[in-house]
């Protein structure tokens, strides 16, 4: 039950995008297009889930003063995995992600994590915390994408889905538009958080 | 040589702003915009360390990682400790030379490690082959921009305070969509500088 409550807190409530704005700069940049949305979450959610599993596991030997530049290492290797394996198999995809791959290594969400949750507990806790952000991360910067998508461009992972009629409106895919779509998205979550909260409260 | 080193800096500070059209160093341009005199301290402190690590990725990329083959798999890690270590570098130097400095900008020196602009600054000089000066260039650059978008940034939301917001808009979400306006107003710098 406490595993599953972990794995649920990033996905809601402790969102890293939409409810703690933490991590930001690789979902504004790189979802200009769904799947480099799906792409990006899941290389974060691979080097968050092996630092998160490495960190537990060295909780106890770490020490305490100089823990941050241990996790800053640990979070560079697998980084580095991330980076190389990109590299070799999905060349055409590393190219759009550009430094955003190599950028994980600062990713917030990830050192916040380590420092916050995986090396305060046991390693299948650090591991339902980790993927329930992972895909927190996932799922909240898949949406982004794929509305820039549908909107600059009318189509969706490539596929045209919007009809002849439609103009697209470039701005979406250009930088302004994912400062614009990731505000009304906060303010909705916003919204829909208020009204289940109050709904709560009713009971 | 004089033209082209204009030329990055210009770009980096109104085409290819770092923070507005580049998406770099967003968390401390939504942590510590809400004050003017916040904001600058911070952009000076990181304007200084963008530019002092530029130097350091220039000479650990060409004479340490590239000649031995170590860039693959040692750029990262190398990359991010060097910073890590001139962060605190400079922490040291600044509190023993000036103290009034140090109070200035002093406390956000350490944030500084992990703003994504300065680890993107550092893998932005050898993907461009720039060379000693031209790095120099991109790091003041980069951190100009920074600073420019976050003073900008801050004096709108000093002026917010005091307008009504929507409800469910308060906190980073109306800041998210005035970024995007600066950023669209940014858009228009596009072409002020020649391609390539």
Redesign the interface.
Known sequence: MQLFKDFINGLWNENPIFRM??????A??VTTAASNGIAMGLALTFVLTCSSILVSLLRSVIPAKVRI?CY??VV??F??VV??FMKAYFPALYEVLG?FI??I????IV?ARAEAFASKVGLARAIADALGMGLGYTWAITLISMIRELMGAGTLFGYRVMGEGFTPWV?AI???????V???L???I??IN?KTAKRTQCH | MAKELFFIIIGAVFVNNFVLSRFLGQCPFLGVSSKTETAVGMGMATTFVLTMTAVAAYFLQNYVLAPYGLEPFLQIVSFILVIASLVQLVEMVVLKISPALYNAFGIFLPLITTNCIVMGAALLIPMYKYNLIKSIALGLGAGLGFTLALVLMSGIREEMEFHDVPEALKGPAIVFITAGLLSMIFLGFTGLVPLG
């Open positions: 704005v933490i991590g930001i700069c690789s504004l940049a530049p800053i290492i560079a290797t980084t580095t980076d190389l430094i190599p950028l290594v600062v990713n917030c050192l701005s250009l930088p302004p538009g994912a400062f614009i990731m505000g009304i906060v303010g909705l916003n919204v208020r």
